[in-house]
T-cell receptor, first 112, second 115 residues
Framework: GESVGLHLPTLSVQEGDNSIINCAYS??????FIWYKQESGKGPQFIID?????DKRQGQRVTVLLNKTVKHLSLQIAATQPGDSAVYFC???????????FGTGTRLKVLA | GAGVSQSPRYKVTKRGQDVALRCDPI?????LYWYRQALGQGPEFLTY????????KSGLPNDRFSAERPEGSISTLTIQRTEQRDSAMYRC?????????????FGSGTQLSVL
């Protein structure tokens, strides 16, 4: 089957710890951002989004932080679980277009 | 199911053959996207439809690639005279509305292998 992210940056965390996944985006005018989770053999799955008029948004066990000054996004996962193991992508929506530009991804490994 | 459906799941073809990849979006979704994902990378935009109108095809690599969505629902991505470099996972996504800043729902993709 498909294997996503063979050579991606990898973050290994202990089960129960908090995870922080970082992403640098390229266009300072981008006004909407999404984090996706991709498990092996599956398509990207929406986790959380944030608009550029916000600095922080919280979901269930996840928080996204946006720093427009340095064009940086982070995804925080609280109490990381084995089911969180996947590749995580950030995506930015560029103004004036409908296309989403995806980052290179980070593999999260949760250690029991 | 209620998700985005793509077929075939796997397609193996010989160089020079044409292939057609099918996407059935979530019922009622206005927007439909095609992306291509190489191993170890994030999805790369190919084209976007709002109902049946192809509003952005700037990501299509060359004129061998085309897409249509004639009735504003099912879409077909066609690659003519396939080359080995076309081998990749092709993903379809849909979203409920036609505007910007909408979350996308992705299908499981079609893995294309050109021999």
């Amino acid at each position: 089957g498909e294997s996503v992210g063979l050579h991606l940056p990898t973050l290994s965390v202990q089960e129960g710890d908090n995870s922080i996944i970082n992403c640098a985006y390229s266009n300072s005018a981008s006004d909407y951002f999404i984090w996706y989770k991709q498990e092996s053999g599956k398509g990207p799955q929406f986790i959380i989004d944030i608009r550029s008029n916000m600095d922080k948004r919280q979901g269930q066990r996840v928080t996204v932080l946006l720093n427009k000054t340095v064009k940086h996004l982070s995804l925080q996962i609280a109490a990381t679980q084995p089911g969180d193991s996947a590749v995580y992508f950030c995506a930015e929506n560029r103004p004036g277009t409908y296309k989403y530009i995806f980052g290179t991804g980070t593999r999260l490994k949760v250690l029991a | 199911g209620a998700g985005v459906s793509q077929s075939p799941r796997y397609k193996v073809t010989k160089r020079g053959q044409d292939v057609a990849l099918r996407c059935d979006p979530i019922s009622g979704h206005v927007s439909l996207y095609w992306y291509r994902q190489a191993l170890g990378q994030g999805p790369e935009f190919l084209t976007y439809f709002n109902y049946e109108a192809q509003q952005d095809k700037s990501g299509l690599p060359n004129d061998r690639f085309s897409a249509e969505r004639p009735e504003g629902s099912i879409s077909t991505l066609t690659i003519q005279r396939t080359e080995q470099r076309d081998s990749a996972m092709y993903r379809c996504a849909s979203s409920p509305k036609g505007g910007r800043n909408e979350k996308l729902f992705f299908g499981s993709g079609t893995q294309l292998s050109v021999l």
